[in-house]
């Protein structure tokens, strides 16, 4: 299971849930190097979602969640929950462009149907 299909097609308290686009989940999931199945738990428990939960969801073990996790939050130096929120959340502060370059490419947008 791809983490973008779980942002294209998510459960209701993951609408509820998710701050992030699927563009800036991309962005942020690249930048700190996350495997597919850290960038899919990592996004799940964003959501708020249990480990039992996500493992239910993803269809594997909670043991496995939890060993996906331990190493998710070695990698990111990182060690509960609330160091992942702030960790994803400075990353997208960090990617996101100046004031002035979405200034300068709002302005070079056309509306729709002109050429």
Known sequence: MDVLKTIDNPLPSETESSFLSRTDW???SVH???SQRESEIAFLMLGERTESAIAHFLC???H???AHLERLYRKLGIHQRYGLV???FRTYIE???EPAVRERH???VRP???Y
Do not use: C, E
């Open 60 to 62: 594997i073990s909670p």
């Open 95 to 97: 990617l996101k462009p």
């Open 106 to 108: 709002a302005a070079t």
């Open 112 to 114: 729709a149907g002109q």
């Open 32 to 34: 700190l190097n996350l």
């Open 64 to 66: 496995t969640v939890h």
């Open 26 to 28: 991309r962005r942020i």
């Open 86 to 88: 702030a960790r994803v």
